[in-house]
């Protein structure tokens, strides 16, 4: 297979639309739907089921689909850090979730800016659950991520800490004034559902509490009384004063991981991980 059938695919199972396939990749139809064919004719199997409205992905498309994405990701990583090999410029991109791990990653900055010959670190502030997107493409060469919540296959890491959670609540809720909270203490709250990340496919569990897309939404909800929130104890120092801090006794505890691509051999890399087991 070529990667630029693979792009061809990916854009039709996406848009389940040759036209508007074609119009996205800059193409005409007739090319794109003999590409089509011929990708399935190569492989032996039906990728998609084609009728007047359009197509479907069949079960062998949507295997092809989730291999496809992954190679093209691949090689695009390739390119970019091949291209930075190549530059004389000692530079590393660590991507890490935006309000998250503050007080870690300026301690892991410093550190490795006083080691010799240390690399310029750029900081990639990112959404949840960017960072493993941003590693497996080569936009960043490591990433500050959380066990369990993070998918981290694929990747070695270097364990850096481990902490309990808290519920973050209005600092007006009767259960501001505890001094602890269990998960059933703030599930069993109506008027204050517990708020909803989104999952590894984007995707978000069922439920009454809102869909949370970025941390502003989140301290403002929160602080409209709106909704509760389960974060690790280190993501406090971005709280406002109406927003009030519970230890969770009964949470899983989150340990965050310095990550990068299994495949690595980058000097830069493995100098940063020595100093952050060091810490």
């Given at each position: 297979m070529e990667t630029r059938e693979l792009r061809y695919f990916v854009t039709v199972a996406e848009e389940l639309h040759f036209s508007r396939a074609a119009k996205r990749l800059g193409m005409a139809q007739p090319p794109l739907s003999r590409a089509i064919r011929q990708l399935e004719r190569r492989l032996g199997v039906t990728l998609l089921e084609r009728n007047r409205s359009g197509v479907?992905?069949?079960?062998?498309?949507?295997?092809?689909?989730?291999?496809?994405?992954?190679?093209?990701?691949?090689?695009?990583?390739?390119?970019?850090?091949?291209?930075?090999?190549?530059?004389?410029?000692?530079?590393?991109?660590?991507?890490?979730?935006?309000?998250?791990?503050?007080?870690?990653?300026?301690?892991?900055?410093?550190?490795?800016?006083?080691?010799?010959?240390?690399?310029?670190?750029?900081?990639?502030?990112?959404?949840?659950?960017?960072?493993?997107?941003?590693?497996?493409?080569?936009?960043?060469?490591?990433?500050?991520?959380?066990?369990?919540?993070?998918?981290?296959?694929?990747?070695?890491?270097?364990?850096l800490h481990t902490e309990q959670q808290v519920a973050v609540l209005p600092a007006v809720h009767p259960l501001a004034a505890r001094t602890s909270l269990?998960?059933?203490?703030?599930?069993?709250?109506?008027?204050?559902?517990?708020?909803?990340?989104?999952?590894?496919?984007?995707?978000?569990?069922?439920?009454?509490?809102?869909?949370?897309?970025?941390?502003s939404q989140l301290a403002q909800l929160i602080a409209l009384g709106h909704t509760v929130a389960v974060i690790c104890a280190s993501s406090r120092a971005w709280l406002w004063s109406a927003h009030a801090a519970i230890p969770l006794t009964?949470?899983?505890?989150?340990?965050?991981?310095?990550?990068?691509?299994?495949q690595s051999r980058s000097q830069a890399v493995a100098s940063l991980v020595r100093t952050a087991s060091q810490l």
């Open positions: 479907m992905l069949t079960g062998a498309g949507h295997v092809l689909l989730g291999e496809a994405r992954g190679i093209l990701d691949a090689a695009a990583a390739a390119t970019r850090r091949t291209r930075r090999a190549a530059s004389s410029t000692n530079r590393l991109t660590l991507a890490t979730k935006a309000g998250a791990n503050h007080e870690l990653l300026r301690k892991l900055l410093d550190a490795h800016a006083a080691e010799p010959g240390a690399a310029e670190i750029e900081v990639l502030l990112c959404g949840m659950g960017d960072q493993a997107r941003m590693l497996r493409d080569g936009r960043a060469d490591v990433a500050l991520m959380q066990r369990p919540f993070d998918a981290l296959a694929g990747f070695d890491t270097e364990d269990t998960m059933a203490d703030i599930s069993d709250v109506p008027d204050l559902p517990v708020a909803r990340w989104p999952r590894q496919d984007g995707t978000y569990e069922p439920g009454p509490g809102p869909e949370i897309h970025d941390q009964d949470a899983p505890h989150v340990t965050t991981v310095l990550a990068w691509p299994s």
